[in-house]
């Protein structure tokens, strides 16, 4: 399971990078937000697909199958940028529904695969496998990205994922179940009530997604002024609309995004490595979950006073290593006592739509942004006013979760 989500993330990063170039070379920071919306629109009809889905195939098929699907559409965009169609919009899209979908269905199924006990133990390691491929594929996109085009990044992520679906049964068969009806959970298919009908129908369920919406808000708001910048620095430094600029403004995006992904995943890996089980054994799984919206705290209240593409790219990468490690375990390990159909539906639902739904939100922000001049400082507030409902969140979930894993009655 290690090396399958080592594999997955690489092939992510390839994937992420090719997707900065072509959007934001194409479109820039505004549209990569708008575009955002789109996704929670599609969403609505994929999510309650996959769970039709997930109701008739048992768990490695449905890994496998969907993995293989997305796989089978990297070879359609390589083909599509080698005739020469602009592809950003449409790849952005593409790629916002992707990363969300299998990661979430990745840790589904661990949290399927293993018990309770197990997943408190194991997620932390198998989260140092995330955090590394995520460095290292960041690390390969900038060598690729400097010599060919993204069509090239596409080319390697695609080959990756087709061994990632190759692990997936490997991995069911060699994995120890110390729960009876453990094995039962990986060969049967889950009931079908639908994703979002299970959020409805419970509160910790709804709790966990508004976790969800509230840290995208956060997070995808200091994306977009962080490509803001970028792309200003971009068009400074290499002016014109011909062919050569172009590309010139495409490398130095490409770079500068892999740099930035770089230090990121080294950071997160770091982290993941040396402080995640540590943290889980000092302050729990819940507790571990105020690190994230604590930080961000502090980095916005920073942006306040003295904005700069230093002092953004320096909260970004704090934001961003500590969500991959810290928070993003502590997440996964949130849907350990849920029930099957809770972890295959309601958890796509919630990494996905509810993602998404936090994408909207920000795209209504930049458009109000744009239109009233909101300066970066402007930005900085709203994330803290959000930041601060995301605190409040934290603390009902963690209350919930401790009288759900004490519970007798589990889920």
Known sequence: MT?????????????????????????????????SAGQA????????????????????????????????????????????????????????????????????????????????????????????????????????IDTGSPARLLTGACATLIICAALVPVASRLTRRTEPDARAAVVAPAVRRGGFTLVRGDRYLMLLAALTFLLNVVNTSGEYLFGRYIVEQAQTLVPGSDGAAQAARERFVGETYSRFFGVV??????????????????????????????????????????????????????????????????????????????????????????????????????LAGDRLGFSTSTFAAVNLVMTCAWLAVVALLTASHTRLTMSPARR
Do not use: C
């Open 265 to 366: 995943n080294l950071v997160g890996f770091l982290l993941q490595a040396f402080a995640v089980s540590r943290l889980f054994a000092w302050l729990g799984v819940g507790r571990s979950l105020f690190i994230h919206p604590l930080i961000a705290l502090g980095g916005y209240m920073l942006m306040l006073r003295s904005p700069s593409l230093g002092l953004i790219a320096a909260v970004k990468v704090a934001d961003n290593s500590v969500n991959y490690s810290i928070g993003n375990t502590a997440r996964q390990a949130l849907w350990l006592p849920t029930s099957r159909e809770a972890k295959y539906q309601a958890k796509q639902a919630i990494d996905s739509f509810f993602v998404r739904a936090g994408d909207v939100a920000v795209a209504a922000l930049v």
């Open 3 to 35: 090396l399958l989500v080592f594999l997955l993330l690489a092939a992510y990063y390839l994937i992420k990078t090719a997707r900065e170039v072509l959007i934001l070379t194409e479109g820039g920071a505004e549209v990569k937000s708008y575009s």
């Open 41 to 144: 629109v599609l969403l609505l009809f994929l999510v309650p697909a996959y769970a039709a889905f997930a109701s008739r195939a048992s768990p490695v098929r449905l890994v496998t199958s969907v993995t293989l699907f997305f796989a089978s559409n990297l070879v359609m965009f390589v083909l599509a940028i080698g005739a020469g169609l602009r592809v950003g919009v449409v790849f952005f899209l593409w790629v916002g529904i992707f990363n969300l979908m299998v990661i979430a269905q990745f840790w589904a199924f661990a949290a399927d695969l293993y018990s309770e006990e197990q997943g408190r133990r194991l997620f932390p390691l198998i989260g140092v496998g995330a955090s590394l491929g995520a460095w290292l594929g960041a690390v390969r996109a900038g060598t690729l």
